[in-house]
């Protein structure tokens, strides 16, 4: 590192848990908890009538709290934000590459960092998943027809795709941990979704909601992808996605099943609140990346967040003289910023990946959303084709271990390459159903059995594998555009729907799994190993291919 221009030092020197501007961020946070409790005296109107509020005027407390939120969004938004002095901050002289993080074994930092993202992608996954839990309550209490309370999901999920990218480009800009408690304070803004008297306030919450879930996720991977060692880097990757969407759907559920009963669809998206606190509580053990504070010439402060991961500061020293001016690989591009995502020596793998995305997206929240409706038409009870979904998702469940498996010790790319043609292939099962009008329930569960197997694991890694192929100043950015593909495609699903594409079971799987199979075709040519191999060899992989 460069010794002769230190970086000041800041809060974040005792280990990257603090913050730039304390005060701002923590008297934030209360004026945002104190807008989101001013909504409580209308809430509490609605215990005599079950909790319903339609029609309601808002008071005085209610229109003082709405106007607090925003605020207090912004003053802790602020305290997050690194100082002037540090942005300013170029590279000067030689920058350590951090080889000691990729060879040390997993300790007891790791674990608490992992722990604490599975809780944040539990949380994370939890508010979109809730949507299906909400909207039957609030079509009944606001009087509104189900395809009317639909625009609510499609709202989420522009939302998320929208979020992804602007997210992960705060984390790029901002760090990774600015950006992931930036979601958890939106979380707790936003919960006041649940105490609004009219449905068109609930699209606009639901869109903020959905812009901060979609931005979290990408961020969480990347910041797992630049602290934990390379060896064990991509099997502990898929397992995050998959532990954490699992659990984000458990929650969902297991909450809808318990309070909605007793409080009626709007404690789901007061959730929100307790929920996004609790990542801020836990933020004292959600450091910075010591890639993105050296990239940013904070050495100082990366080099305190490299020795939690290291052991000991011998350690990092032995490291400092043992590589040297490490060569700096990741500037060189022709273009910068988000275009040199679609632009450059990145460009084939980014192309490859947002179609792989989009075709998942089409798949997930289009052909699988329209898949009941279809059975039926094929014959199959509509009970039946229910139980039938059920029972392959059960089958389906352990599939997550598989590719937990093959990513770790077979191979990251090769991986990825065989669930989406898996993919294609159980699609184009469904296609040959519609086509020859076969109703067999055995033919069914194990075609759905294989389809959600191998979607599941498409998107188990598809993320985990952006988080590893872009360099430190775009990764936040690209896991974000990869991410936002995945809910682009849901919206174009939604959209396709509407026109009755999904109605024809034969033509929407034929054509998706064509999709599907020109994403495999990119990925296969231009794709490269990341398994076991550090971020910065990565790097000079596709800087010789370039």
Known sequence: ????????????????ITFHHPLAFWLGCLLLIAGVFAHA???????YTHWQMV??????????????????LALAGYGLMPRLAQMRETRRGNHLHFHIADGVPLNR???????????????????????????????????????????LALVALTGTTIGSVVWGRIGDLFGRRAAILLSALMFMGTAICGAMPDFSWNLLMCFLMGASAGG???????????????????????????????????????????????FSWRVLWLLGLPTGALIIFLNRWIPESPRFLSDAGLESQ????????????????????????????????????LRALLRGRHASISWGLIVCGIAWGLANFGFLLWLPVNLT?????????????????????PGIAVVVWLYHHWSSVRSLVLFIVLSAMSLLVFAALGLFHIASPGFTITA??????????VVAMLIPYAAEIYPVQLRGTGSGVIAASTKAGGVLGAGLGVLGLFQHLAISATAIAVILLVSAVMLWRNGIETRGVSLEDIQDQLAAAD
């Open 448 to 457: 759905v059995a294989l389809l959600l197997v191998s979607i599941s694991g």
């Open 109 to 151: 930092a790791h674990w608490t960092l992992v722990a604490v993202l599975v809780v944040a992608l539990a949380v994370d996954v939890m508010k979109p998943a809730t949507l299906g839990f909400v909207v039957p309550g609030m079509s009944h209490e606001y009087g509104i027809p189900k395809p009317t309370a639909s625009w």
């Open 55 to 72: 029609g309601m005027a808002m008071d005085g407390w209610m229109l003082a709290g709405m106007a607090a939120i925003p605020l207090g």
């Open 41 to 47: 005296p209308m809430l509490l109107m609605g215990r």
């Open 302 to 337: 990366a080099r305190a967040v490299l020795q939690r991961f290291a052991g000991t500061a011998a350690a990092v020293e032995s490291d400092d003289s043992a590589h040297p001016g490490a060569p700096d690989i990741d500037n060189p591009h022709a273009v910068a910023g």
């Open 377 to 397: 038409q094929l014959g199959v009870d509509p009970k039946a084709a229910s139980a039938l979904l059920a029972k392959g998702a059960i089958l389906a469940l």
């Open 216 to 262: 979290l996720l990408p961020v969480a991977f990347t910041l797992m992808a630049e602290t934990v060692p390379a060896a064990d880097r991509g099997w502990l990757l898929v397992a995050l996605g998959g532990i954490g969407t699992s659990a984000g759907y458990l929650l969902a559920a297991g909450a809808a099943a318990v309070l909605e009963p007793m």
């Open 1 to 16: 590192m460069n010794a002769r221009n230190p970086a000041p030092a800041t809060a974040i020197d005792s280990g990257g």
